[in-house]
């Protein structure tokens, strides 16, 4: 009789301290699934996660932008576009990237003699010049400055082979000069005494 009235007992105050028990400090509330106290940010942490009453701390690979926001990133900034998760890049319109890192200048058509420099625009290699939108030739004034160009380095050969032997002749005579010259004084000389 006694142990059923014990048992009744704490059958009808069970409901009761289910509900009246925890509270939780300011900047905490309760989280009904763990039954636990967890910091509350006023701010939705982005990318983050609420560590304490409004502090967000980033999750791996994100930066600090503000108190709560963090951004992703990207150790190679997005050239041309943006990074939208940590080491991802997306592209701006125009480019495309193939490994997430590089965003690259699209060129529909490709470039022949060329390089796709900007969207939708070739610029040619070293001597070619521009057909089209999509082509580069190597037309004849830019061959013939290229053979000028070898002309000219030639030309420097040539004249540098002529200028020394020019050089070595000059020092030849002069050495045969003044062994004349000394070979009249000496004659001079002789034909005084
Ligand atoms: C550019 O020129 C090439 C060679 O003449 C030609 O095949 C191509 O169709 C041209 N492209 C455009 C866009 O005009």
Same mark, same amino acid.
């Given at each position: 009789?006694?142990?059923?009235?014990?048992?009744?007992?704490?059958?009808?105050?069970?409901?009761?301290? *289910? $509900?009246?028990?925890?509270?939780?400090?300011?900047?905490?509330?309760?989280? /009904? !699934?763990?039954?636990?106290? +967890?910091?509350?940010?006023?701010?939705?942490?982005?990318?983050?996660?609420? !560590?304490?009453?409004?502090?967000?701390?980033?999750?791996?690979?994100?930066?600090?932008?503000?108190?709560?926001?963090?951004?992703?990133?990207?150790?190679?900034?997005?050239?041309?576009?943006?990074? +939208?998760?940590?080491?991802?890049?997306?592209?701006? =319109?125009? =480019?495309?990237?193939?490994?997430?890192?590089?965003?690259?200048?699209?060129?529909?058509?490709?470039?022949?003699?060329?390089?796709? /420099?900007?969207?939708?625009?070739?610029?040619?290699?070293?001597? =070619? /010049?521009?057909?089209?939108?999509?082509?580069?030739?190597?037309?004849? $004034?830019?061959?013939?400055?290229?053979?000028?160009?070898? !002309?000219?380095?030639?030309?420097?050969?040539? !004249?540098?082979?002529?200028?020394?032997?020019?050089?070595?002749?000059? +020092?030849?005579?002069?050495?045969?000069?003044?062994?004349?010259?000394?070979?009249? *004084?000496?004659?001079?000389?002789?034909?005084?005494?």
């Amino acid at each position: 009789m006694l142990g059923r009235g014990i048992f009744l007992l704490v059958f009808l105050l069970l409901p009761a301290s *289910q $509900t009246c028990h925890v509270l939780c400090q300011n900047g905490y509330e309760l989280d /009904s !699934t763990t039954n636990r106290c +967890i910091p509350v940010c006023s701010t939705p942490c982005c990318n983050g996660i609420c !560590t304490a009453p409004d502090k967000c701390e980033c999750l791996d690979g994100y930066v600090r932008e503000s108190d709560s926001i963090c951004l992703p990133h990207c150790e190679n900034e997005c050239l041309n576009g943006y990074c +939208i998760v940590p080491e991802k890049c997306a592209c701006k =319109y125009g =480019y495309s990237t193939t490994d997430g890192k590089i965003c690259q200048p699209i060129c529909d058509g490709g470039c022949v003699n060329g390089f796709c /420099s900007a969207p939708g625009e070739c610029t040619c290699n070293d001597g =070619y /010049s521009k057909l089209n939108a999509t082509n580069c030739i190597n037309v004849p $004034t830019v061959e013939a400055h290229i053979m000028t160009n070898k !002309t000219l380095l030639f030309g420097l050969i040539g !004249t540098s082979v002529l200028l020394l032997i020019g050089v070595v002749m000059y +020092i030849f005579r002069k050495r045969a000069n003044s062994a004349f010259e000394k070979e009249e *004084q000496f004659g001079t000389y002789f034909s005084i005494n």
